[in-house]
């Protein structure tokens, strides 16, 4: 039998690649879009861990603020090269993105001058000293009590008391950081000076130990205007913004890849729906193309058959939706024939035989 496009064969071949077809698009619609949210979810959660490292550096940062323990500013290296190493990491996700590169660039530009600045604002502490023993407070102090040993409380009462009240704003101004301290410390120091400048005191060593003692403090109180008096001002507070845009920065980016996972589950399911439906109105079609199709092949036969009882009726095989029963209705009409052209040969030799018979009577 040749093969027939309107065949069963063929229709059975058609549903069958249509199925194929479409679970094969939807599960290469699935795969590429559940990579697609793989690699958005791995960046998202790249950059919740860019966020923590964030925070741990935060913390090192205000625990050496606070406790002035080179310590935590050695963990605070360690987290920004942690970090560093999270962007590296980014950098490929934002690289071919044209709504985000820009945004991911600054959050490095931001990063950058936030570790420069906190560096230096390391070292000016260091200069001034981590400690009391330390940088500037050490060497105003080693001066200052050279200058107590000097000066003789007994004799000097009210030099000793000046000292008292210069060494007490100069605490004040080194626990609160507040100028005012500093003008109240320099007229302090103003006064002694003078009294210690009078000939009858002759207190040229004193006088070298008090100018040795104000000019490392006023470098210490120049080097804390440079630090920031408050979290607001000098190198504080502009290291404080810059984590401040860094953490903003990230947070924007978290949120539009939130937003692009969110668009891209929405997106999956509407081409899925999308193929899904598509593939079932075909196969819908399909099939009740070929069920109107076999249905009016099987009426036509059963007619056929009960008038082949009655009436020798040939079937119209252009009628016929299906090669296979085409090609069932041409063997029938040639039964049909044959069966017609044995009764014509039988009624003929029937003939013959009565002919034959009244000849012979």
Do not use: W
């Not at 058609?14 to 077809?21: L, N, P, T």
């Not at 920004?80 to 590169?101: H, I, K, V």
């Amino acid at each position: 039998m040749k093969k027939n496009q309107g065949s069963i064969k063929s229709r059975l071949i058609i549903i069958i690649s249509v199925c194929i077809v479409g679970m094969s698009i939807l599960a290469a619609n699935q795969l590429y879009n559940t990579q697609r949210l793989i690699k958005l979810n791995n960046q998202n959660r790249l950059l919740l861990s860019l966020n923590n490292e964030l925070l741990q550096l935060r913390r090192h940062e205000k625990d050496f603020l606070l406790r002035h323990n080179n310590q935590y500013l050695e963990k605070f290296v360690l987290r920004a090269e942690q970090f560093n190493q999270g962007t590296t990491q980014l950098q490929a996700f934002f690289t071919y993105s044209a709504d985000t590169s820009q945004e991911f660039a600054q959050v490095q530009t931001y990063f950058d001058s936030y570790t420069r600045l906190f560096k230096d604002l390391t070292i000016l502490m260091q200069d001034i000293g981590l400690d009391e023993n330390q940088g500037y407070q050490g060497e105003f102090r080693q001066a200052t009590h050279e200058l107590e040993q000097q000066l003789d409380p007994s004799k000097q009462s009210y030099l000793q008391i000046l000292l008292l009240q210069l060494r007490r704003h100069e605490k004040d101004f080194l626990l609160r950081h507040d100028m005012q301290y500093v003008a109240k410390e320099i007229r302090t120091y103003q006064t002694l000076r003078d009294e210690l400048s009078k000939p009858s005191n002759n207190q040229h060593k004193e006088l070298l130990l008090l100018d040795n003692y104000q000019q490392k403090f006023m470098q210490l109180v120049e080097t804390q205007k440079m630090i920031g008096l408050d979290h607001n001002a000098g190198l504080r507070g502009q290291f404080r913004q810059q984590a401040h845009q860094v953490e903003n920065k990230l947070t924007l980016l978290n949120k539009n890849i939130e937003q692009s996972i969110a668009t891209e589950e929405s997106k999956i399911e509407r081409i899925s729906f999308l193929i899904m439906s598509i593939t079932l109105v075909t196969l819908i079609i399909l099939l009740v193309k070929s069920f109107i199709s076999l249905q009016k092949a099987f009426a036509t036969f059963v007619m056929f058959f009960y008038r082949c009882k009655r009436e020798y009726q040939h079937i119209d095989e252009r009628k016929q939706g299906f090669a296979e029963f085409k090609y069932l209705a041409m063997i029938a009409n040639e039964m049909i024939d044959a069966r017609q052209e044995m009764e014509r040969e039988l009624k003929k030799a029937q003939q013959e035989i009565s002919q034959l018979k009244s000849r012979h009577s």
